[in-house]
């Protein structure tokens, strides 16, 4: 039984630099969410996907952030001329249908120099 | 507006001690549901709890329990006789059924580091 997995778990970049992520669900669930975490801060929802449809986008989600999920199975998140400010963990996890119960990957931890 | 505090940042124990985690929510539907994760130094959040908002009854995991009280908002989770393994930060976290409009996103407490010395 396999977890959420996220590839790379460590990013190091310039500034200015596009970078992209990774993230695989747990099969079959169809719900995908990505959330950034900074030091000391609790996650924070940026976008959801149900099946390949994003849903949701949070205000936190720049225009330099686009989100896929390309038939509904792996997603990328991308960050485009990226900033110091964009150095976070990025965390992606996975639920089914009604559980709620959201199923978190180790992260990518994303340093912008 | 929806909100979860933990107030407590860190806290220290040895172990074999009892430990309360505080947790305070803020929401204005009827329907929500609680959650509490565990996200060790390797940085994946572990799922421990999910609470719904109409069941109100105390939970026990072997050493862990929690208590929910919705006259209080609070969801506090306890952990008897520490160990060094429980060494984490732990993390609140509410979100909403999905036929309200919410996608089910969840929204987390600033966490509170826990520290089991031995």
């Known amino acids: 039984d396999t977890g959420v997995s996220q590839n790379p778990r460590h990013k190091i970049t310039k500034r200015g630099q596009n970078v992209t992520f990774r993230c695989d669900p747990i099969?079959?669930?169809?719900?995908l969410y990505w959330y950034r975490q900074t030091l000391g801060q609790g996650p924070e929802f940026l976008t959801y996907?149900?099946?390949?449809?994003?849903?949701?986008k949070s205000r936190l989600l720049s225009d330099r952030f686009s989100a896929e999920r390309p038939k509904g199975s792996f997603s990328t998140l991308e960050i485009q001329r990226t900033e110091q400010g964009d150095s976070a963990m990025y965390l992606c996890?996975?639920?089914?249908?009604?559980?709620?119960?959201?199923?978190f990957g180790a992260g990518t931890r994303l340093s912008v120099l | 507006a929806q909100k979860v505090t933990q107030a407590q940042t860190e806290i220290s124990v040895v172990e074999k001690e009892d430990v309360t985690l505080d947790c305070v929510y803020e929401?204005?539907?009827?329907?929500?549901?609680l959650f509490w994760y565990k996200q060790p130094p390797s940085g994946e959040l572990v799922f421990l709890i999910r609470?719904?908002?109409?069941?109100?009854q105390n939970e026990i995991s072997g050493r862990y329990s929690w208590n929910f009280q919705k006259s209080t908002s609070s969801f506090n989770f306890t952990i008897t006789a520490s160990q060094v393994v429980d060494s984490a930060v732990y993390f609140c976290?509410?979100?909403?059924?999905?036929?309200?409009?919410?996608?089910?996103?969840?929204?987390f407490g600033k966490g509170t580091k826990l520290s089991v010395k031995p």
């Open positions: 996890a996975s639920s089914s249908g009604g559980a709620y119960i959201q199923y």
């Open positions: 099969s079959e669930h169809n719900r």
């Open positions: 996907f149900q099946n390949e449809a994003q849903l949701e």
């Open positions: 929401t204005r539907d009827t329907t929500y549901y």
């Open positions: 609470r719904n908002s109409f069941d109100e």
């Open positions: 976290a509410l979100s909403e059924p999905y036929y309200g409009g919410s996608q089910g996103n969840l929204i």
